[in-house]
């Protein structure tokens, strides 16, 4: 009778133990996917904003040489320091659209490896606890009243 007990606790407990890790694996596929998807958006976020600083950095300097066309300093220095500072400044906003790029893939990958992590957890605590109820059917069995002598000795 104990055996059987034990027998119907396992497959049980074997059961939802690989549904669970069935489950945790379907997960991380989704967690995966949702990764590369979010990762891609952020790509063409990046490409837009790069492009919107380089279209501002045209029309700056097309302002400056105008301005400066029509007074007749095209030359000068303050023309030309003019156009260094809308590059300089075109410069300093690319470097920190990369940065936040790359500080953005970094969070993306960092939280992809936590709710794997954490799947992975499930899973192993799913097989603690099939071990925990198998262990435990076990206990109960060996417990019951037609497992003892009763006091009574042969």
């Known amino acids: 009778m104990v055996g059987i007990v034990a027998a119907v606790v396992a497959v049980s407990s074997y059961a939802q133990y690989d549904q669970r890790k069935v489950e945790a694996g379907r997960q991380r ?27 501002q950095q045209r029309q700056a300097q097309g302002q400056i040489s105008n301005a400066a066309g029509l007074s007749g300093t095209q030359g000068s220095s303050g023309a030309l320091g003019s156009f260094g500072a809308a590059a300089t400044r075109t410069a300093g906003e690319l470097n ?55 006091g009574k000795t042969d």
Request: zero cysteines; aromatic letters at 4%.
């Open 29 to 55: 596929r989704y967690q995966e996917e949702q990764a590369r998807i979010a990762q891609q958006r952020a790509d063409v976020e990046n490409v837009r904003a790069t492009r919107n600083q380089l279209r």
């Open 96 to 150: 920190y659209i990369d940065v936040t790029a790359g500080l953005s893939s970094e969070y993306n990958k960092v939280s992809l490896q936590a709710a794997q992590s954490a799947a992975d957890s499930a899973v192993r605590v799913a097989g603690w606890g099939a071990l925990g109820s198998i262990a435990g059917a076990m206990g109960g069995a060996l417990n019951r009243p037609e497992n003892s002598t009763g």
